[in-house]
């Protein structure tokens, strides 16, 4: 979600998966478990916090891993950092071309629908189903038979298409911020970032208000970071660089 790489500590796991180098800070576990206990008023279950855990880390693992097989695609080379609220895969060189780099950002969300498709066939595919709210919905499969099963599939497919929607929104640096912001400095050099910065905060500020109101202040957390993103992006207008476009 944040585009400045974090300073390597002790307490990083490291490891690589095709071929790409992978470094998990430790406040990724921190955040991500603030996360699960930021949902509600109930008690947390420890082994639903682990489920959690294991779920969102191979979820944001394969979304970043869809940036860098794309950055791969075009050339370049890539490493993955997962920390805080989500990941960040480091690629280059930049592309040249402004549909080389959208392309690249929206390989990460495609790649989390493509895992919550994988999820959905899997379920299918054994008799059950995932329920979604829908009471014309005419399919009946039987419901996923045992806690921590319901517990995992239901978080797979929260954090695969919520999550990947949500990143999809033009807000800086999620990946809809970024594809907004390539498309805005291609088509209008002269002003195209300053008006990528005002469409972040726009909408996070509006977003921030809606999530307020919906949940009646029970999903702070979350709040609290577009408000981050709204200051951010806010910041970049302000910095005498901001109005500058990077590329």
Known sequence: ???????????????????FPVRVHPMFWLMTALMAWSGGEREQPPQELVIWLGVVFVSI?????????????????ASIVLYQFGGLAMHYPQPRYTWQRVAISLAGPAAGFLLAIVTMILVGATGHRIEFVLDWNPFRWKKIEGLNAALAVHFLMFVNVYWGLFNLLPIYPLDGGQVARNLLVRY????????????????????????????????????????????????????????????
């Open 188 to 247: 209008d050099y002269q002003d195209g970032l300053r008006k990528s910065h005002w469409i972040s905060v726009i909408t996070a500020v509006a977003l921030a208000v809606y999530v307020w109101v919906d949940s009646d202040g029970q999903r702070m957390l979350t709040v609290l970071m577009l408000g981050f993103l709204a200051f951010q992006n806010y910041q970049e207008l302000r910095s005498p660089w901001g109005s500058r476009n990077p590329w």
């Open 1 to 19: 979600m944040f585009l400045q790489e974090p300073e390597p500590t002790r307490g990083d796991l490291n490891f690589s998966v095709l071929g």
């Open 61 to 77: 693992l394969v979304h970043e891993l869809g940036h860098a097989l794309a950055a791969r695609f075009f050339g370049g080379q």
